[in-house]
């Protein structure tokens, strides 16, 4: 089993940063893929960005150029650099980790409890 502690959330001010971070723990042989995910209320969750092992990235066209997303793979921790925060930026956003076994090659997927960004105007 995986879990997901994450950190950083808060309140902050439309064009501020914050920065949060993501340590996955428990029965790890490797992380393919971290990301991050959130979820506005009312709405469905969307993707924010995710990265894996080799660094590849996949992020939303809505947070391209104000988001950055990086993983310490040693520590088994992904984080994500927000700058330029937006009201619509406000939502609840979770880590997520993909770990795919050898010698099987099964597909497993966790996610983190939440933590909520809130951006004022």
């Known amino acids: 089993q995986v879990q997901l502690v994450e950190s950083g959330g808060g309140l902050v001010q439309a064009g501020g940063s914050l920065r949060l971070s993501c340590a996955a723990s428990g029965s790890i042989f490797s992380i393919n893929t971290m990301g991050w995910y959130r979820q506005a209320p009312g709405k469905q969750r969307e993707l924010v960005a995710t990265?894996?092992?080799?660094?590849?990235?996949n992020d939303a066209d809505s947070v391209k150029g104000r988001f950055t997303i990086s993983r310490d793979n040693a520590k088994n921790t992904v984080y994500l650099q927000m700058n330029s925060l937006k009201p619509e930026d406000t939502a609840v956003y979770y880590c997520?980790?993909?770990?795919?076994?050898?010698?099987?090659?099964?597909?497993?997927?966790?996610w983190g409890q939440g933590t909520q960004v809130t951006v004022s105007s």
């Open positions: 997520d980790a993909v770990t795919v076994t050898t010698p099987l090659g099964v597909r497993y997927e966790y």
């Open positions: 990265i894996t092992s080799g660094g590849g990235i």
